[in-house]
């Protein structure tokens, strides 16, 4: 006898069902989780993971070329518009205060701009 696993329906249409598929998809891919909470996860994605799913060839380029030691890529995704809010005000604000912690000067405050999470529909 054989069984089959149930797939969720193509599209994902709630958002319950995007991120079950998020977790299990980053989980699988050996991806960090950095924040979960109500409709809305961090990721920090490993290297490879990263190269796959951003479309950036001259950046990794010039990593590997030079040998550069970069930040890993952190992924935020909100899965709903109230979530979306949320998050951003809460990485705006903590954000601000990082950077006020290191006494910036009036260009770097002038061209600081907070992390922002993206809005996952389908």
């Known amino acids: 006898m054989t069984m089959i696993r149930s797939r969720p329906a193509i ?3 709630s958002p319950h069902e995007r991120v079950q598929f998020v977790d299990q998809y980053f989980a699988a891919v050996g991806a960090t989780l950095l924040r979960s ?3 809305y996860r961090e990721f920090e994605l490993p290297r490879e993971v990263d190269k796959e799913l951003t479309d950036r060839p001259y950046y990794w380029l010039w990593v590997e070329k030079t040998d550069q030691q970069v930040e890993p890529t952190v992924l935020r995704m909100a899965f709903t518009e109230e979530a979306l809010a949320r998050e951003n005000e809460r990485l705006r604000q903590t954000a601000q205060v990082e950077m006020e912690s290191k006494n910036p000067s009036d260009t770097e405050r002038m061209f600081f701009r907070p992390p922002t ?4 529909t389908r």
Do not use: F, H, K, T
């Not at 999470?117 to 996952?120: K, N």
């Open 117 to 120: 999470a993206e809005l996952v």
């Open 37 to 39: 909470s109500v409709d």
């Open 11 to 13: 599209p994902l249409r």
